[in-house]
Antibody
């Protein structure tokens, strides 16, 4: 079965760090573009970051640029999101998703159930 | 960049059709054919319903259709069913490797 499963969320103090993981099964992470999307409690979806397939680059929303880093470990078939200098406004469910296998498109067809990140003192 | 604009709510009776709009600018919705629509039931992950304005992924009923005119994209749900009640989000590529989402529309089946 093609799926992604996020982990690594939790409670962290403002200014702290957290690393989210997204384990993929049924497909090879390095063959696809992948993304992180977050949803604050009771709010809408917000794109956070993306990484292209193969040797393509990494991309970030302005709200997280310089603080978050997206990466993947091909040997573990896993996507990561390293989050530093966390703020209360980063509190959200973080979803990992796979990009549709159509060149150039920015749509995501396989989503995980998400992992909750709470930034609070 | 601002989020795309969606109406906060929409409704229709079973069997009817309802259309949800998503308004952006010439820098996002109007500039690219990379508009997608997602359905999200409470407590669940989003599900891709439409991509590239009007394409349906495998398994999505043909009751769901998408279109675009200028800077506004639309999702139409025909033959409304109870299970269509959910939140719907549009998204659009906005250039410079940036993606925007709409604020979401809560669809109620009366």
């Amino acid at each position: 079965e093609v799926q992604v499963v996020e982990s690594g969320g939790g409670l962290v103090q403002p200014g702290g760090s957290l690393r989210l993981s997204c384990a993929a099964s049924g497909f090879t992470v390095s063959d696809y573009g992948m993304t992180w999307v977050r949803q604050a409690p009771g709010k809408g979806l917000e794109w956070v970051s993306a990484i292209g397939g193969g040797v393509s680059g990494t991309y970030y929303a302005d709200s997280v640029k310089g603080r978050f880093t997206i990466s993947r470990d091909n040997s573990k078939n896993t996507l990561y999101l390293q989050m530093n200098s966390l703020r209360a406004g980063d509190t959200a469910i973080y979803y990992c998703a796979r990009r549709v296998a159509v060149a150039g498109t920015w749509a995501f067809d396989i989503w995980g159930r998400g992992t909750m990140v709470t930034v609070s003192s | 960049q601002s989020a795309l604009t969606q109406p906060p709510s929409a409704s229709g009776s079973p069997g009817q059709s309802v259309t949800i709009s998503c308004t952006g600018t010439s820098s996002d919705v109007g500039g690219y054919n990379y508009v997608s629509w997602y359905q999200q039931h409470p407590g669940k992950a989003p599900k891709l319903m439409i991509y590239e304005v009007s394409k349906r992924p495998s398994g999505v009923p043909d009751r769901f259709s998408g279109s675009k005119s200028g800077n506004t994209a639309s999702l139409t749900v025909s033959g409304l069913q109870a299970e269509d009640e959910a939140d719907y989000y549009c998204s659009s590529y906005a250039g410079s490797k940036n993606l925007l989402f709409g604020g979401g529309t809560k669809l109620t089946v009366l």
